[in-house]
């Protein structure tokens, strides 16, 4: 099933925008509750548009696939996740919250188009008797997306946010100078501690850096699984005859009957 084109390369685009998603969401829980100082409820509400979003992109992109292509829809709508995912790279300590519910719907609602189309499309791809086996793969790739997401995002940030909080560590004591690296939270409660607000200044901005850093790689993952998505579904020749599907749209039990038919004629 991973060999075929369409299965094997959309599900490796789904995976990528998983991976995306959920590094997107870590580094955005940690600006609104830590940078932001929103309480985990404000912050849920926060993020409301983008589940909002979703809901309504899914069967919104349903309609504009039957009227355009699976191609065409799937892989604009992600590149503008992407695109959304990496705008929070021009984000601060003071942008408008208006701001951040107008990305994080635009980001639901193309995420909710993508997810929906694409994975009713790679189901029809299979046997009734292997929906089974496909349904377990693409599930596994998504949490395997996501599981990579919130570990390689955690880690781009921690490395970011170290490099940034470096250059402002030197005239604080050394056991403050360890906790300080470990987090921003961490050095924000180190600056309470020991009344020093402008440790807790440099751990904000250090921490706008590392988010900065995060979102645009984000968006290039995000990107180039738009890239693979095109990709995945492109056509590979026009049907011989009016209303004749072509092979490689057409179920993966059909193709492999189709091709013992051509060996058996040959």
Do not use: C
Not at 58 to 77: C, F
């Amino acid at each position: 099933m991973l060999a075929h084109r369409m299965f094997g390369g959309a599900n490796a685009a789904l995976g990528l925008l998983f991976f995306a998603m959920t590094a997107a969401s870590l580094y955005g829980a940690f600006y609104l509750q830590g940078a932001r100082g929103f309480s985990p409820l404000e912050a849920g509400l926060a993020f409301s548009p983008a589940a909002f979003g979703s809901i309504v992109g899914a069967p919104l992109g349903v309609r504009l696939v039957r009227r355009w292509s699976l191609r065409a829809v799937t892989a604009t709508a992600q590149t503008t996740a992407g695109l959304a995912m990496g705008s929070l790279a021009f984000f601060g300590l003071h942008t408008p919250l208006v701001w951040n519910e107008i990305v994080y719907l635009v980001q639901g609602l193309s995420i909710g188009m993508v997810i929906g189309p694409v994975t009713a499309a790679l189901m029809s791809t299979l046997p009734l008797e292997r929906a089974g086996a496909g349904s377990a793969v693409t599930n596994t790739v998504r949490q395997t997306g996501s599981l990579l997401g919130i570990a390689v995002g955690g880690t781009v940030m921690s490395i970011a946010y170290r490099r940034g909080i470096e250059a402002s560590l030197h005239d604080v004591p050394g056991p403050v100078q360890d906790q300080a690296r470990v987090s921003a939270e961490q050095a924000r409660h180190a600056a309470t501690a020991i009344h020093q607000p402008a440790l807790a200044h440099a751990a904000d901005d250090a921490f706008i850096h590392a988010m900065h850093v995060s979102a645009v790689w984000t968006m290039l993952i995000a990107l180039s699984g738009a890239v693979l998505l095109a990709t995945a579904l492109r056509p590979t020749r026009k049907p011989t005859e009016p209303g004749e599907p072509t092979m490689d749209n057409a179920p993966i039990s059909e193709r492999s009957q189709g091709s013992q038919s051509i060996n058996l004629q040959s």
